[in-house]
């Protein structure tokens, strides 16, 4: 089995394992579990966009990036 292939089979077994334990919960317990991972996945969301944003400045302040309109963005998007 290939690396990747035997990772991937790790990460699918780890998820089952999740899974599974989540099913042996209470539903009350299971939609606090749903709540905690939504709040976490939020979190993790804000600071990876919080690292973007820290990286663009940085880049901005050294002169790298120019700034567009939304204009100029969105033609650039479709080009």
Known sequence: ???SA???SKLNSK??????????LTVEE?????????????NRRRADLALDI???QKEF??????PKTPDQ?????FS
């Open 73 to 77: 963005i969105v033609k650039e998007i």
């Open 30 to 42: 299971q939609q606090t579990l749903v709540t905690v991972l939504t709040r976490r996945m939020a």
């Open 15 to 24: 998820f089952y394992v999740v899974v599974e334990a989540a099913d042996r």
């Open 61 to 66: 302040d050294r002169g790298s990036l120019r």
């Open 6 to 8: 035997r990772a991937k």
């Open 54 to 56: 820290r990286e663009a």
């Open 1 to 3: 089995m290939k690396n």
